[in-house]
Structures are given as structure tokens and as C-alpha cells.
């Protein structure tokens, strides 16, 4: 299983920003995608995550600012960002668990900065 990550970069305070995730080497219909991030000197924490059957649960840090998708005929589960604020700067990674288990993209780097 292969997870491509991009659509990082720097953005203002307020800004918005769209991640995406392709996936390659697994059934992704029937798989839970989320979005993780790491901050620098920090662990990494669950942003969002969907289930196979569209379930959503966010972060309180991200709710009602950020919204995760997936489009299964691309394979792609996507993080729709808004009113992004300074603390949200991170490498953003995505994953993917399915049956046999959990994988990882590589990051992306999300820097929010006037």
C-alpha cells in the first residue's frame, strides 16, 4: 500500500488550504482514512479520520474549521482546511487501516505565518 500526500505549503492566518491523499495498493472502499499532524517538538495527534461507510470524527482543535472527505473512484480522501490559525502549522500525514493493517503517507508540511 502506497499513500501520496500533497497540497501543503505556507498560508496566512485565516487562510485556507485542501490536502489530498492518494491511495495505491488496497481496496479503498472498504478502508478508514485519516489525517494526522505533528507539530514540532510535539507528538503526532489525529486531525480527522472517515470511515468506509463516510463516518466523521474530528479533533475539537479542528471542528467546524476543517472537513475530511474521500472520493473512492479516485482512491483520494481529502482535508478541506479554513480559518487556519498559527497552531495548525504541522506536517500533516495521512493513513489508511485496512484488515491486514495501517499505513502511512510521507507528510506534508502545512505552515500558517503572516
Known amino acids: 500500500v502506497q499513500l501520496q500526500a500533497s497540497g501543503g505549503g505556507l498560508v496566512r492566518p485565516g487562510g485556507s488550504l485542501t490536502l489530498s491523499c492518494a491511495a495505491s495498493?488496497?481496496?479503498?472502499?472498504?478502508?478508514?482514512l485519516g489525517w494526522y499532524r505533528q507539530a514540532p517538538g510535539k507528538q503526532r495527534e489525529l486531525v480527522a479520520y472517515?470511515?468506509?461507510?463516510?463516518?466523521?470524527n474530528y479533533a475539537d482543535s479542528v471542528k467546524g474549521r476543517f472537513t475530511i472527505s474521500r472520493d473512492n473512484t479516485k482512491n483520494t480522501v481529502y482535508l478541506q482546511m479554513s480559518s487556519l490559525k498559527p497552531d495548525d502549522t504541522a506536517v500533516y500525514y495521512c493513513?489508511?487501516?485496512?484488515?491486514?493493517?495501517?499505513?502511512w503517507g510521507q507528510g506534508t508540511l502545512v505552515t500558517v505565518s503572516s
Open positions: 495498493g488496497s481496496t479503498f472502499s472498504i478502508n478508514t
Open positions: 472517515i470511515s468506509n461507510v463516510g463516518f466523521r
Open positions: 493513513k489508511l487501516s485496512d484488515p491486514y493493517g495501517h499505513y
